[in-house]
């Protein structure tokens, strides 16, 4: 027999399985498939009109006084019954019938309301005592369940945590994708059950286009003042992995509550819009979404391109220590400067990462180096307006949905690379892939130890000394061992120039002019920044 219903109720059959109705020996007679109706209430009544007393998911219990005695009675009693909606019919033997008639009993069955008789007499008011007794508490644990919810999610807070962990937990206590939507519909942030499987919830929500939010829970999260601003937005949890109980409607009012405090903070649905974007970017480069889907799931997020090129870019900032109010502002500031581009871009954002990953639509390819430069300068615009400087744009290849995510994962590492490189507009990722072999090779001793082999007397020396020879080496390689050209960005006459290259090549013992030489001074001067 079914003991566990939904989270907050008592089904019939746990009902059934307590101690005072046991004691009648019941017998399920009809609609045993249904026995895990919730039960709301209790009610004992002989009336033969009792349908009209009742308002549906009650538990009735009766001796059969108002049956009628007639067919055409009993079938109307049952029937008026079911159209109640009363969770089961439960009938005690004895005082009217020693068996339940055929009319009762068939009628329930073809209405498939649960029908249960008692061959043995039970206090009615034990019965009801006891499952009210049941309904008291499951209600106090539902609150307890509500309220250990509500506690997570202010530990979130306080912990430095935002809207999306808020999110995560909620959606995690109810198994079901979670949604933060403006009042007008627009999708800000989406949540779903973590290492569940089931639909990505963008997927989810591009079909509510065509199927409506029928099943939804929806909670106004308020905003400031009457009228327009009274809504700043709605919680909405759909039912496509679990059922949903009362339980999560409780928790779902606490949890807006907690959302209203922190969407009180100024540009909150900015910052939170550009964490999902940056949720779908990231999970697209990490394989997590399928490129199959993620050209429907993007325009979920606005991101509509023509039937061009795709181009990946990533932005990170110069430091990692960006305040965690700080990234609204940022947002903001670098989509203002976007919208000036001329090309459709999806920005999102990474505060774990701390960088910013785009996609932008291209017409053509031959455009790249163009739109590259608009949107890089759009970018450091962005970020300078927001306190940041020089910030590493690096550019991908332009590419299709379907290498998009190894694209954006490419120019993540190329960004990280990249930094402690000259200050440019934007980098080439294909011109980085050095930059990104020996950055994953940083955690080896290998490079560390190569880096020491081949210039450590040079590095040793310039800590020394207050004459630098990196740079002047630096950039001799950088002209490929042309001296003149070399002496002319050093601002050194020649002569001075030709000293130094000797003063280097002594502490190395080496030929600079030598090609492998040279080769292995570049290699080692590049991994210097990663292993330092």
């Given at each position: ?500 290259l000797a003063r280097i090549a002594r502490l190395l013992g080496t030929d600079l002019e030598d090609p492998h030489t040279a080769l ?13």
């Amino acid at each position: 027999m079914e003991a566990q219903g939904p989270q907050g109720t008592i089904t019939v059959a746990r009902a059934l399985d307590l101690p005072a109705l046991r004691k009648g020996l019941p017998e399920v007679l009809a609609a045993g498939d249904r026995l895990d109706r919730p039960v709301r209430w209790v009610h004992a009544g002989e009336a033969p009109h009792i349908a009209t007393l009742l308002k549906g998911g009650e538990l009735l219990l009766t001796t059969g006084l108002g049956l009628g005695s007639r067919p055409a009675e009993q079938r109307g009693f049952v029937r008026g019954l079911a159209e109640r909606g009363i969770a089961a019919l439960v009938v005690e033997l004895g005082a009217r019938f020693a068996t339940l008639p055929a009319a009762v009993v068939d009628t329930a069955r073809s209405l498939g309301l649960p029908l249960v008789q008692l061959h043995r007499e039970v206090p009615f008011v034990a019965v009801t005592e006891e499952i009210h007794t049941e309904l008291v508490n499951e209600h106090y644990a539902l609150l307890r369940r509500a309220e250990e919810v509500h506690r997570q999610c202010t530990e979130v807070l306080l912990g430095g945590g935002g809207v999306p962990e808020v999110l995560g937990l909620f959606a995690g206590f109810t198994g079901n994708p979670v949604f933060l939507q403006t009042p007008d519909g627009r999708l800000l942030y989406a949540a779903g059950p973590a290492g569940r499987a089931g639909a990505d919830p963008l997927q989810v929500w591009e079909g509510l286009r065509d199927a409506g939010l029928a099943g939804a829970l929806t909670t106004d999260i308020p905003g400031q003042g009457p009228g327009p601003g009274a809504v700043r937005a709605r919680l909405t949890v759909l039912p496509v992995n679990a059922p949903l109980a009362p339980v999560h409607r409780i928790a779902a009012e606490r949890t807006a509550g907690l959302l209203a405090v922190v969407l009180l903070q100024a540009r909150q649905e900015e910052e939170l819009a550009a964490r999902g974007r940056g949720d779908f970017l990231s999970g697209l480069a990490d394989g997590r979404v399928d490129p199959a889907d993620a050209p429907a799931q993007a325009r979920v997020l606005g991101f509509r391109p023509g039937p061009g090129p795709l181009l990946p870019m990533v932005l990170r900032l110069s430091t990692d220590l960006v305040p965690p109010d700080s990234w609204a502002a940022l947002v903001c500031a670098v989509q203002e400067e976007l919208a000036a581009v001329g090309a459709p871009v999806l920005l999102g954002v990474r505060l774990p990462e701390g960088r910013i990953p785009l996609l932008v639509g291209l017409r053509e390819e031959a455009e790249r180096a163009a739109v590259a430069d608009r949107v890089a300068g759009a970018l450091r615009a962005g970020t300078e307006r927001s306190g940041q400087r020089r910030p590493v744009v690096v550019a991908g290849a332009p590419t299709g949905w379907g290498a998009a995510g190894a694209g954006l994962r490419h120019a993540a590492e190329a960004a990280t690379a990249a930094r402690g490189l000259p200050d440019r507009l934007w980098h080439d990722v294909r011109q980085l892939d050095v930059d990104v072999l020996l950055w994953r090779l940083r955690s080896q001793g290998d490079l560390a130890a190569f880096v020491d082999r081949v210039i450590g007397p040079l590095i040793a020396h310039d800590r020394a000394s207050r004459q630098a020879l990196l740079p002047t080496l630096e950039t001799y390689l950088a002209h490929a061992g042309r001296k003149a050209e070399t002496a002319r960005e050093l601002h050194l006459n020649r002569q001075t120039l030709y000293d130094r290259l000797a003063r280097i090549a002594r502490l190395l013992g080496t030929d600079l002019e030598d090609p492998h030489t040279a080769l292995s001074l570049n290699l080692a001067l590049r991994a210097r920044r990663h292993v330092g």
